[in-house]
């Protein structure tokens, strides 16, 4: 059978797992970290929270322009040769907008960059009272690097911001029909990404959680990604 450009016909079995994956593994509200924590500031005291990996390092920035986004590596990786990385984004133009869309757009700029790619449906959730959407999308081949992308998307829509954490594997390049990532890896995958959990200290619709009231009160409230390292 052959593709054109830019097109994977996804499988019903790969669907339906993908998605009963996805529900099983619902986000939680009090979720810890094993490592360092995130928050991404949208204003007026909206923020989303995020648990990292053991051990995995944020990656230097050391321009205003990269403020509201980050990045983080496994131990043993750098920025020249890594294979797994998540990355948390902050949108303030997408506020209030539909998280689909969203999803939507980051899938075309895939099939712009791969010589084939995919996209399982977008699957919508409301976490916290927000609209929250998870997506994977593949990569047989980036047409820059000439390596494969296997990457996991969580979107959430806030009232001041959008919210995106992803998991992004990178792997040699691969056929259609492959599985160049494993079973347990998209688990942890799907299971680190779901701890996202969008609030805002000044509305009862979408409280956060009393946890975190120490941490937020030192946020300076900017749009932006801050990096809350975990106790030794």
């Known amino acids: 059978m052959s593709f054109t450009k830019d097109e994977i016909k996804w499988s ?12 099983s593994l ?15 500031q949208g204003g007026n005291g909206e923020v989303f929270f995020a648990a990292l990996p053991d051990q995995w390092q944020a990656l230097p920035r050391n321009t205003q322009a990269q403020s509201t986004t980050a990045e983080w590596l496994p131990p043993g ?18 506020a209030g907008g539909d998280v ?6 980051l899938a075309a700029i895939y099939k712009q960059n791969c010589e084939v790619s995919g996209a399982t449906p977008p699957l919508k959730d409301q976490v916290n009272g927000f609209p929250t959407g998870f997506r994977l999308i593949n990569c047989t081949r980036d047409l820059t690097r000439n390596t494969g992308e296997v990457a996991l998307f969580r979107a959430t829509v806030g ?49 956060c959680p009393p946890s975190w009231q120490s941490s937020l009160s030192k946020l300076d409230g900017k749009p932006s990604v801050v990096v809350i390292k975990a106790p030794n």
């Open 159 to 207: 009232q001041n911001a959008l919210y995106l954490i992803q998991h992004v594997f990178r792997v040699p390049e691969f056929e259609i029909g492959a599985q160049p990532v494993t079973n347990e890896a998209m688990k942890q995958a799907f299971e680190g990404i779901r701890t996202g959990w969008a609030c805002n200290q000044n509305s009862k619709k979408h409280p």
């Open 26 to 40: 619902m986000p939680l509200s009090n979720a810890h970290a094993a490592g360092d924590s995130v928050i991404a």
């Open 77 to 94: 990786q750098d920025v020249n040769n890594w294979e797994d990385m998540i990355t948390v984004q902050v949108f303030p133009g997408w």
């Open 12 to 23: 019903e079995s790969l669907l339906s797992g993908l998605f009963f994956l996805a529900v």
């Open 100 to 105: 689909v869309s969203f999803l939507d757009e």
